[in-house]
């Protein structure tokens, strides 16, 4: 019969629906992966000598990201380490998301390249 959907359609169509709540309920975890997408493609871009900065709008700060998390189903999370050494951790509602990737000098012998596991 037209018309009546196959059971594969059906699976295909459940499927499509619980990831679509799954970035409604948790927007934080649709925005890391479309950063980390983002980070992969910045981080062919720059020398051996640089890593990763991080620059959020409206701060004249820049520090070494090394790692971004996120807290569902609104917060992210960018984890790394100024000039001076010190420890940074930066908390961003994903909606007001604005951060600029920057190269900076690496601090240690290897540049840092962020990784992801997922």
Not at 84 to 104: C, K, N, Y
């Amino acid at each position: 019969m037209a018309g009546i959907p196959t059971l594969p359609d059906i699976q295909g169509l459940t499927s499509e629906l619980a990831e679509a709540a799954r970035y409604r309920n948790n927007p934080a975890g649709y925005m890391i992966e479309r950063l980390k997408a983002q980070l992969k493609i910045f981080q062919r871009k720059i020398s051996d000598d640089a890593e990763v900065g991080i620059m959020v709008a409206g701060n004249a700060g820049t520090f070494h990201l090394r790692q971004i998390s996120v807290s569902n189903p609104d917060m992210l999370i960018f984890d790394g380490i100024d000039q001076d050494g010190r420890t940074m951790q930066l908390f961003q509602h994903h909606s007001q998301l604005s951060v600029m990737l920057v190269e900076v000098p690496k601090i240690e012998d290897q540049p840092y390249r962020i990784g992801f596991t997922t």
